[in-house]
């Protein structure tokens, strides 16, 4: 019987690991929220840099970036003067991936 109590918290403590991976990956595992994540790790662009460097279509493109704002991954910044241009970067938490991209190109340049 404690056998059985032993093997239900371990299936229970992997079910709340597996769940906090998986509701990540949720948050930043699409390709293009990865491809914009690892494009602004470097400094602010605007849109059409992005869209320039991503490859994405500006449909694609405006939809991520609003993605990502609304999970706090990303801010954006009007500059009203002349001309008018839209700046995005990373907040605090999307700054907070760079570690894992750092591990993610260790890993893919041994592996891959």
């Given at each position: 019987?404690?056998?059985?109590?032993?093997?239900?918290?371990?299936?229970?403590?992997?079910?709340?690991?597996?769940?906090?991976?998986?509701?990540?990956?949720n948050?930043i595992?699409?390709?293009?929220?990865?491809?914009v994540?690892?494009?602004?790790?470097?400094?602010?662009?605007?849109?059409?840099?992005?869209?320039r460097?991503?490859?994405?279509?500006?449909?694609?493109l405006?939809?991520?970036?609003?993605?990502?704002?609304?999970?706090?991954?990303?801010?954006?910044?009007?500059?009203?003067?002349?001309?008018?241009?839209?700046?995005?970067?990373?907040?605090?938490?999307?700054?907070?991936?760079?570690?894992?991209?750092?591990?993610?190109?260790?890993?893919?340049?041994?592996?891959?």
């Amino acid at each position: 019987m404690a056998q059985a109590n032993s093997l239900s918290e371990t299936d229970e403590r992997y079910d709340e690991e597996a769940c906090s991976v998986i509701d990540s990956l949720n948050q930043i595992g699409s390709q293009w929220r990865l491809i914009v994540l690892h494009d602004l790790q470097d400094n602010e662009k605007r849109f059409n840099e992005l869209k320039r460097s991503t490859g994405a279509s500006s449909r694609t493109l405006s939809r991520v970036l609003d993605d990502l704002q609304e999970t706090d991954f990303v801010t954006r910044r009007l500059e009203e003067d002349a001309p008018v241009a839209t700046y995005y970067s990373l907040t605090e938490k999307g700054q907070s991936l760079r570690p894992v991209f750092e591990e993610i190109e260790a890993w893919s340049a041994e592996w891959l």
